[in-house]
T-cell receptor, first 115, second 115 residues
Framework: DADVTQTPRNRITKTGKRIMLECSQTKGHDRMYWYRQDPGLGLRLIYYSFDVKDINKGEISDGYSVSRQAQAKFSLSLESAIPNQTALYFC??????????????FGPGTRLTVL | AQSVTQLGSHVSVSEGALVLLRCNYSSSVPPYLFWYVQYPNQGLQLLLKYTSAATLVKGINGFEAEFKKSETSFHLTKPSAHMSDAAEYFCAVSLGYSSASKIIFGSGTRLSIRP
């Protein structure tokens, strides 16, 4: 079984709709991250969390919110989706106890299309 | 602030030829550097990482990268390309645990292999 899973894998929605992307991990890592990937732009950080009580904005958090329901679960919400949020979204985890360079482990991604 | 520049959004080589993917970084302090690979419809997978233990880093699938501080470069190479190497490759930089393990990604290089 995959260590980092994302649901759904693909989603098509309409402008103005609320949508939630979910991430679960079995790696036991405290740190979790949400990124979006756009062609030619690489991956950009949306939000990250050190634990269930510690949520931090990344470089492109506007229009997004997150919830860390448990150590293993980190959800990304689009309150009112807009077409320029069409992208590939990745969840990642890292283990602060593993020491530097503290690499991240990625889920398979969710392809979101906003019409 | 850290940043990463990948030269060439698309590289095409013949099967059996040398693969060279270029990456230059900018960091005010010694960074940790990564190369990740993304196969079609998959998440990111770590190829290799530089941790200051050795300037020549060997990764999976025959790839290696050399850290050159004087040139602020971390280019990825493979002596002989295989069809299965076709993927998108991301160079990334991090300051490690002290910076929340945040990783800054380059814009990616798509590698195509000609038969």
């Amino acid at each position: 079984d995959a260590d980092v899973t994302q649901t759904p894998r693909n989603r098509i929605t309409k402008t103005g709709k609320r949508i939630m992307l979910e991430c679960s991990q079995t790696k036991g890592h405290d740190r979790m991250y949400w990124y979006r990937q756009d062609p030619g732009l690489g991956l950009r950080l949306i939000y990250y969390s050190f634990d269930v009580k510690d949520i931090n904005k990344g470089e492109i958090s506007d229009g997004y919110s997150v919830s860390r329901q448990a150590q293993a679960k980190f959800s990304l919400s689009l309150e009112s989706a807009i077409p320029n949020q069409t992208a590939l979204y990745f969840c990642a985890t890292s283990d602060p106890l593993a020491g530097d360079p503290n690499e991240q482990f990625f889920g398979p991604g969710t392809r979101l299309t906003v019409l | 602030a850290q940043s990463v520049t990948q030269l060439g959004s698309h590289v095409s080589v013949s099967e059996g030829a040398l693969v060279l993917l270029r990456c230059n970084y900018s960091s005010s302090v010694p960074p940790y550097l990564f190369w990740y690979v993304q196969y079609p419809n998959q998440g990111l997978q770590l190829l290799l990482k530089y941790t200051s233990a050795a300037t020549l880093v060997k990764g999976i699938n025959g790839f290696e990268a050399e850290f050159k501080k004087s040139e602020t470069s971390f280019h990825l190479t493979k002596p002989s390309a295989h069809m299965s190497d076709a993927a998108e490759y991301f160079c990334a930089v991090s300051l490690g645990y002290s910076s929340a393990s945040k990783i800054i990604f380059g814009s990616g290089t798509r590698l195509s292999i000609r038969p």
